[in-house]
Structures are given as structure tokens and as C-alpha cells.
């Protein structure tokens, strides 16, 4: 029976892998019919009814797993996971509690790291340091487990002990190109010797057409950018470039398109709703802009006062804006498209403001002040002010010169496909700028701008105003932004422990030359190199 019940799992896992959900179901329901009180196919079931989008079966069956076999660990992983995937935290982190009396000294360290990865998805940072330290414990020389607990020390701003574990990780694995990469993010490197080596090595052992050169190119760039030697930084990331924009096909035109279907709607929107809408009991304030302009600093400032918690760059409001469109969670960000924002009513835009919140709070637990700071939210600044009439907005701008190079030489886990190529950016924060303008023609007094340059500048009289807008009282934590000992889980996560500085201002100009095509193109759209174009 044990055989035939294995077989079956092997089929049905196939049967996922390979996209056919019907075969799947059907050999799960054949198999449990059979026998059921195999908690495996209870899972493969579970497995199947997430696919399809059924919540109530996903849990129910995972719950079945549990009662079959209630020592097995990875049962319980399932249902912590399923949990998390509907972003119910609390029912998530009981089911983590759970999964962490079943485990002791005994156990593989595969087990205590999925204990940390689903810590991590639940925002229990540091249980998840703990657990992939146990990890550790167990096997001393895993290179996954110390890669992981590396990047979680990053968040934490534990900058020296993640450099130890990362280059623990290259000396076992010589051509591990994610330690590579995140080796060279933690710090400023001045000497080549440091690093260099190591990526070269890598290199060398990877096979040509790997998809590992392209963090590789990216680790080159910061490297070469950290040495001053420009020519070879932009050489690199130009190659990371291009081929991470081979990996997926994009098209300019349909972000541009979203842009002004989303302004357009707004101010539809605006004519439909005959009651003011009412203000939230918690008050989001929403850091937005481009990536990598400095949004990440201004949350560190705001979240260091006292009132104020930190929600990171939460999914929250668009994963609720896909509900009020009539999509679920699962459909993903990708889900965000011009039909989906023309359903939005009236009333699923009332519902989407508590949705948000709820989603909100798995993060924050409650906080009267919080920052969001996802920069794509500046997509949706008209439906957060229709939905959240108490939201604050606050719009980080920057020279658009330093914006797209800073855009350019970022590898992004995910999104902000045209970064990839020069023209692309150049078009996208053309699209984004008059996108921001329109904003603020709609809703002038809800959208508070900070130009970066006179943040860098002028630290106290900028946070004075950012404090103001917000109706915070002032706080003299918020100039010490760099000794808020909070998790940062962003690509920023080294450069918010150091103070402010100003080095990044103007650094276009070392790239001058190789950004001949960003020039161009900003040019046609009317923008100069020195535009800061306030919105």
C-alpha cells in the first residue's frame, strides 16, 4: 500500500509540474479512495485545491494531513505556508509554533531552515535567524543554510557577521554566485583584492551560458563603481543588463498605458462617489517614487520617530486593489492591468481601504502611524486618497539622471522590467513624472514632495517638514535614522545604517559618456540633465 500511495505522489507531483491540474486531482481522488488516511495525499490534495484557488479546501485538507500524521514537520510547513499565501498571519504563526515543538536537536537542518524561511515570510525575523541557526548547529558546513541567515543578518544591519558567512559559503563553493553577489552589496570595497578574485573565480567555474553571470556582471559593476573605475562598472552592468532583459519580454507601452489609465479613472472615479469617504482608524503614510531614489532613507527617518511603525515595502495595497477588481491574492502583481482597475466601484473601493489595512496589519499589528513604503504605490496615488481621504503621500523625487542610472545598475528581484535598458527608463520616468504631476493636479494638498538632493543638503529642515505634513510632533530620533536597529529588508538594507551622505548626488556625471543614449532619450521627452522637475 506504501508503494502504490508513493507512485501515486510521484505522478501527481509530476502532474503538477507539468501545469495539468485535472490529472492531478483525478489521481489524487483515485489514490485516497484507496487509502484514506495517507496524510501525503492530503497534502498533494491541498497542493492542488491552492492551485485552483479553493481557500477552504486548501486548508481543510492540509488540517486532514495533520490528523493522519501529527508528528510529520513538513505537514505542518504546508499549512503555515497556505496560511501565509492568504496572508492570514495569526492562524500562520500558530501553525510555525506548532511546526517548532515538533523540531529538536535531532532534526536535519533542511527542516530547521524551512522553519526560518517561513519565519521570514511571517515577518518573525529574528525567530528566523534562530532557527537557521540551529540550522547550522546541525550541519555545520551547509552553505544553504548559512546563505540564508547571512541575508537575514543583513536586514538587521549585522553587516560584519553576514561578510564571515557569505565568504564561508564562496570557500566551500567556490561558485556560488548569489554569496558573490551578495558579498559585494554589504559594503564600499577599496581594494580589488578584497573581492575581484572571488568573482572572477566564480566566473570561470560557471558554464558560459549559466544564468549566474548575471548577478555576477551586477557584483562586477558595484565592485568596479566602489574602485572608481567607471568604464569597466558600466561595461558590466550593461552585460547583467542585458541578459537579465533576455530572460522575459517586456513592453514599455503597456506600463505607459496603465499610467494613464489609472490617472484617467481617478478622476472618473472622483464624479461616482456621492459620500465623502471616511477616514481610516490607522493612518498609512505612503513613501513613494521611483526605486532606488532615496525612499527607503526618507522611511528610515519617518519610522524612527517614536509614533510611528515601519511596514517595509508591503504588497498590501495592490494585493487588495486585485480583490477590489475582482481577482484573487494568488493572481500576483502582474494582476494589476487596465481591466482590472476599470471594475473598481465605489463601494469594492471602500472595501479595498479595510482590506488594505487588514493585509496592513500582519506587518504593523495595529500601529496608529505606519510607513508603506512599495514605490510602485505612486501607480495608485488617486485611488489610496479616494479610498484613505487620512492617508499621507509622501513623493521622494530625484535628479532624473541619478534616478535611471540608479534604476540601471540594480538587479531587482522582481518588477521594474525597464530598467534594463536606458531607453526604456528614460521612457518609463517620463511616464512616471507626468503621471506624478497629474496627481498633484488632482489632489493638491494631499501629496507632500521631497526633492532627495535638499533632504541630503538640509537633513533637520526637510525631516522638520516631513514630521509636519505627517501631524507628527518632532522627534530628534529621526536625524539618527542610522541607529534605528529595525530590520531593513530592502536592496538599501546597508547603506540606511551609515548616515546621511551626499556621495550619490550628481554621480551620473562619472557615467557621462556611456549614458550618451539615456541623454537622447530624456531629450526627447524634454527633460535636461539638471531637471529636477518637482511634482
Not at 482590506?355 to 505612486?378: H, M, S, T, W
Request: net charge negative.
Amino acid at each position: 500500500m506504501d508503494q502504490c500511495n508513493d507512485h501515486y505522489h510521484q505522478l501527481i507531483q509530476a502532474s503538477l509540474a507539468a501545469s495539468d491540474i485535472d490529472r492531478a486531482a483525478k489521481l489524487c481522488t483515485e489514490a485516497l479512495k484507496t487509502d484514506a488516511t495517507n496524510g501525503q495525499l492530503w497534502q498533494d490534495l491541498s497542493e492542488i485545491s491552492l492551485r485552483l484557488g479553493q481557500t477552504k479546501m486548501t486548508i481543510n485538507c492540509s488540517l486532514k494531513a495533520i490528523d493522519c500524521d501529527p508528528q510529520n514537520v513538513w505537514h505542518v510547513f504546508h499549512l503555515a505556508g497556505c496560511y501565509l499565501q492568504f496572508q492570514t498571519f495569526s492562524a500562520a504563526t500558530k501553525a510555525l509554533d506548532k511546526a517548532a515543538s515538533l523540531l529538536n536537536s535531532n532534526n536535519s537542518a533542511q527542516e530547521w531552515d524551512k522553519l526560518g524561511e517561513l519565519r521570514y515570510m511571517a515577518n518573525q525575523i529574528d525567530l528566523a535567524i534562530s532557527a537557521h541557526t540551529q540550522a547550522l548547529v546541525v550541519e555545520p558546513n551547509s552553505k544553504r543554510s548559512r546563505n540564508q541567515l547571512a541575508a537575514l543578518l543583513r536586514f538587521k544591519g549585522k553587516l560584519a557577521e553576514a561578510e564571515v558567512l557569505y565568504t564561508d559559503v564562496i570557500k566551500l563553493e567556490p561558485d556560488n554566485y548569489q554569496a558573490c553577489y551578495n558579498l559585494s552589496q554589504l559594503r564600499r570595497f577599496k581594494k580589488a583584492d578584497d573581492i575581484v578574485p572571488l568573482l572572477t573565480r566564480c566566473s570561470q567555474l560557471l558554464p558560459a551560458e549559466h544564468h549566474g553571470h548575471i548577478m555576477l556582471h551586477y557584483a562586477y559593476g558595484k565592485v568596479f563603481e566602489d574602485l572608481g573605475e567607471y568604464p569597466k562598472a558600466f561595461r558590466h552592468l550593461s552585460l547583467g543588463a542585458e541578459l537579465k532583459r533576455q530572460q522575459r519580454p517586456y513592453h514599455i507601452e503597456q506600463d505607459l498605458s496603465l499610467m494613464k489609465t489609472l490617472v484617467s479613472f481617478s478622476e472618473t472615479l472622483k464624479t461616482q462617489i456621492t459620500a465623502a469617504a471616511q477616514n481610516a482608524p490607522q493612518t498609512p503614510i505612503f513613501v513613494v517614487g521611483l526605486p532606488r531614489t532615496g525612499t527607503t532613507l526618507v522611511e528610515r527617518i519617518i519610522a524612527s520617530h517614536p509614533s510611528v511603525a515601519s511596514g517595509g515595502e508591503l504588497n498590501a495595497l495592490p494585493m487588495a486593489l486585485l480583490e477590489a477588481g475582482g481577482k484573487p491574492i494568488a493572481a500576483g502583481l502582474e494582476g494589476v492591468d487596465q481591466d482590472l482597475v476599470k471594475k473598481v466601484t465605489p463601494t469594492t473601493l471602500s472595501n479595498m481601504a479595510t482590506r488594505y489595512l487588514q493585509l496592513a496589519n500582519n506587518y504593523v499589528q495595529g500601529a496608529n502611524f505606519f510607513v508603506d513604503k512599495l514605490p510602485y504605490n505612486f501607480l495608485y496615488c488617486g485611488l489610496i486618497l479616494q479610498a484613505m481621504p487620512n492617508a499621507k503621500i509622501i513623493h521622494v523625487n530625484r535628479n532624473p539622471l541619478d534616478a535611471a542610472l540608479s534604476n540601471f545598475k540594480m538587479l531587482f528581484d522582481r518588477g521594474y522590467e525597464y530598467s534594463y535598458t536606458l531607453e526604456d527608463t528614460a521612457d518609463f520616468i517620463s511616464g512616471y513624472q507626468n503621471m506624478m504631476q497629474q496627481w498633484k493636479i488632482q489632489f493638491p494638498s494631499k501629496i507632500h514632495t521631497i526633492d532627495y538632493e535638499q533632504l541630503v543638503n538640509s537633513q533637520e529642515t526637510e525631516t522638520r517638514k516631513l514630521l509636519e505634513f505627517c501631524e507628527l510632533d518632532w522627534a530628534p530620533e529621526c536625524l539618527n535614522f542610522h541607529q534605528n536597529t529595525s530590520a531593513s529588508q530592502t536592496a538599501s538594507a546597508s547603506q540606511v545604517r551609515e548616515p546621511i551622505y551626499s556621495r550619490s548626488v550628481g554621480l551620473w556625471r562619472q557615467f557621462q559618456t556611456q549614458l550618451t543614449p539615456l541623454l537622447d532619450a530624456f531629450a526627447k521627452h524634454g527633460i535636461q540633465p539638471e531637471d529636477t522637475k518637482e511634482q
